[in-house]
């Protein structure tokens, strides 16, 4: 087996590669687009392209393909060969900077949200330089962005990529603030990834999970996740071998898998890089994914990464690890002397007013019809959004709101009114599980999105919120004089913490206590997409955006309307197969035992006329019962469908789907199940999840 350094970033051009291979004074060009954002010349581009076709044709490429993000939230792809047919039969292999810089895809096919019509199908890809070329399957993969002919982003890259300008910009002008230099601000993301592994040939048993990701029946398994002997336990070894080829995989594609353990509920699993760039740490994880479905199945195996797959156990959500850095320095690090303290105070103060001024929009970029199922149960946080700052920072923000001492966790305590902070134990806390976002350590831990999520979304309106916050901060200080930086920071750090204290919480998030509390507090909780999604389209957010660059109100409204579509159309694939799961599959099966055990009384009796069948009879009419009781959810859920196709309006059908169909989907379901456990074995028509879930 080959040394982990030795194919480590073996299929990816990165800066290695690059400086092995390109000229030194293109070389230093490319770096300069890379670190700096200066333009790329074509002639430039043109020795660039060569070499990365050279390199790519080496690994064994044949194709190339501008390997983008479109607002389906997952990525794309159009394969173009290397060859060029000569005038004597043969073929050379050639690629241009023209074609490495920009591509041409059909544009029409993929969802818009009305920015673009289908006759209007030209589409442009533009490569995103910052984020590795690699090789996949003989094709070399170029990161690309997406948009539309007259320049609307069609993509889920660029706004982030916009977002990440936005945040950079201001953070400057507050390190500027700070005496501190021109170092490249970027903000940083670990992406913990959550998934289930189960049998093939269960999966292929299962309609319900083939066409919508998740079982939409299934009574909980005899034995579930409360003997807590899963999580951290020994990996079973088709799931190890299983592992360790996505691990080789991935770290030949650059991709740093660095922690793999099984997770709380059976058959799930995790996977956790270590910290990248946000723009290349989410291609990698969207590429993590695709490798995780793909090799899956060398193994017998189906990778499943929707948020709630099963119910009564966790589901799996995708852990956004979020921070800001300046060259090497970690700006949510409270660092070793005061003045760092103070900038950190800074920045802390910046993400505290930046989640509690945009919580709905933080809130919406993790709604989707599957976290619906997630949030709120099984470990996952709440739809109410909160910070959770741990014993001592939160004495820390305690101690600056009520403008009196702070005494750290090894008691030192010093007068806040103008002096900085002190050093303190950035770990000196627990962890939260119930809070959605959490600070831990050195970096805030967004636990919202689910495990099918893209984080382009949630991660752009976490960088243009905190655009928003640190512009105030400059603003505001930039015409203070020098020596009176440290007290009028440090009176605007109260002052903001005062105004947003109503997002820190430390508690509970699970307990009947907190909803109403929060809703003392005045914060936001839309359980459902349908209510979560219309803040995206609020004066309010549409200002932010266009404040910053990050998006035009058109692309605003796209992206409204197509997350709406999206969620109705889910809705639409689960309530049709539920439907029909019910009339094949689960009426037939309960009327056929019931026949049954029909026939068995009117044997017995004919023998044994005395006999007493009373737990026979019993059953009978449970079986009875249940099947009508099925069949009447059926009809209920049939004429609810019926209607809301009918409904034009995608957020009034949205919110028929939400509030009205899904209670009685959760009916009909409840209904099948108490069917599952008294139909015999045989007579069941899919694997249930005391199999699925406990393969060998």
């Not at 990525?75 to 047919?85: G, R």
């Not at 920009?102 to 442009?124: C, I, K």
């Not at 005496?179 to 970027?186: K, L, N, P, S, T």
């Not at 197509?562 to 094949?584: A, D, G, P, Q, S």
């Amino acid at each position: 087996m080959a040394r982990v350094s030795d194919i480590y970033g073996s299929m990816v051009f990165n800066e290695h590669t690059m400086q092995e291979r390109l000229p030194k004074a293109t070389y230093k060009q490319l770096m300069r687009t890379i670190k700096d954002g200066t333009p790329l010349d074509i002639d430039v581009a043109n020795v660039v392209a060569h070499a990365m076709k050279e390199w790519a044709i080496e690994k064994g490429a044949t194709h190339y393909t501008h390997w983008f993000q479109p607002l389906t939230g997952i990525t794309s792809e159009k394969h173009d060969s290397f060859i060029d047919p000569t005038d004597d039969g043969r073929a050379i292999m050639t690629f241009s900077g023209k074609e490495l810089i920009q591509g041409e895809p059909d544009a029409s096919s993929f969802p818009s949200g009305g920015l673009r019509a289908t006759f209007e199908a030209r589409g442009y890809t533009a490569w995103d330089p910052t984020s590795y070329a690699f090789i996949k399957d003989e094709v070399l993969c170029i990161p690309t962005a997406f948009c539309s002919y007259t320049g609307e982003a069609l993509d889920k890259k660029t706004p982030l990529l916009r977002s990440m300008r936005a945040i950079e910009n201001q953070a400057h002008r507050v390190l500027e603030l700070f005496g501190e230099g021109a170092d490249r601000v970027v903000t940083t993301l670990g992406a913990e990834q959550e998934y289930f592994l189960i049998s093939e040939k269960d999966y292929e048993k299962r309609l319900d999970l083939m066409l919508t990701g998740r079982t939409l029946f299934g009574y909980p398994p005899c034995k579930g996740q409360e003997l807590e002997e899963h999580y951290f336990g020994a990996i079973r070894p088709t799931v190890n071998n299983f592992m360790k080829e996505l691990d080789d995989e991935l770290w030949k594609l650059g991709v740093s898998a660095k922690t793999k353990h099984n997770e709380v509920a059976p058959a799930q699993h995790e996977l956790a890089p270590i910290f990248a760039e946000s723009n290349r740490a989410i291609d990698e994880n969207l590429l993590t994914m695709e490798e995780m479905r793909l090799l899956a199945s060398h193994y017998g195996l189906v990778c499943l990464q929707h948020e709630k797959p099963f119910e009564s156990i966790n589901g799996s959500g995708k852990h956004n690890n979020w921070s800001i850095a300046a060259g090497k320095k970690n700006l949510l690090d409270p660092g070793e002397n005061p003045m760092e303290n103070l900038r950190f105070l800074v920045f802390l103060t910046g993400v505290i007013q930046a989640v509690d001024e945009y919580q709905e929009l933080l809130r919406m970029s993790a709604a989707s019809a599957g976290n619906d199922h997630r949030l709120g149960a099984n470990e996952a946080p709440p739809a109410i959004v909160s910070i959770f700052l741990g014993d001592e920072l939160g004495a820390v923000v305690d101690a600056l709101i009520g403008d009196h001492d702070y005494t750290s966790a090894d008691r030192v305590s010093m007068d806040l009114g103008v002096d900085v902070l002190p050093n303190f134990l950035k770990d000196n806390t627990d962890r939260n599980r119930t809070s959605p976002f959490a600070f831990t350590g050195n970096k805030f831990e967004f636990r919202m999105p689910g495990s099918a999520q893209n984080l382009s979304d949630c991660n752009m309106i976490l960088n243009t919120a905190m655009a928003k916050s640190l512009k105030e901060f400059a603003d505001a200080m930039e015409e203070v004089p020098a020596e009176q930086f440290e007290a009028a920071a440090i009176d605007y750090i109260k002052r903001t913490l005062t105004d947003h204290q109503r997002i820190i919480f430390n508690g509970d998030g699970y307990s009947d206590e907190w909803p109403l509390e929060a809703a003392r507090r005045g914060l936001a909780n839309n359980r459902t997409t349908a209510d979560a999604l219309p803040c995206l389209v609020d004066p309010k957010s549409i200002a932010l955006f266009e404040e910053f660059g990050v998006l035009t109100e058109p692309e605003v409204r796209s992206r409204y309307e197509v997350k709406l579509e999206k969620y109705n159309k889910i809705m639409n694939i689960e309530i049709r197969t539920m439907k029909r799961l019910v009339r094949r599959d689960y009426l037939p099966a309960i009327n056929s035992y019931a026949a049954e055990v029909a026939r068995n009384i009117f044997q017995v009796r004919g023998v044994m006329a005395d006999a007493d069948l009373s737990p026979q009879e019993a059953r009978l009419r449970q079986l009875t019962d249940g099947a009508a009781r099925v069949n009447t959810l059926l009809e209920k859920l049939h004429e609810l469908h019926y209607a809301s196709l009918e409904i034009a309006d995608q957020q009034e059908r949205a919110t028929m789907n939400a509030h009205q169909i899904i209670p009685v989907m959760d009916d009909l379901r409840e209904a099948v199940d108490a069917m599952e456990i008294i139909v015999a074995h045989e007579y069941w028509p899919v694997p249930t999840y005391n199999e699925i879930l406990f393969y060998a």
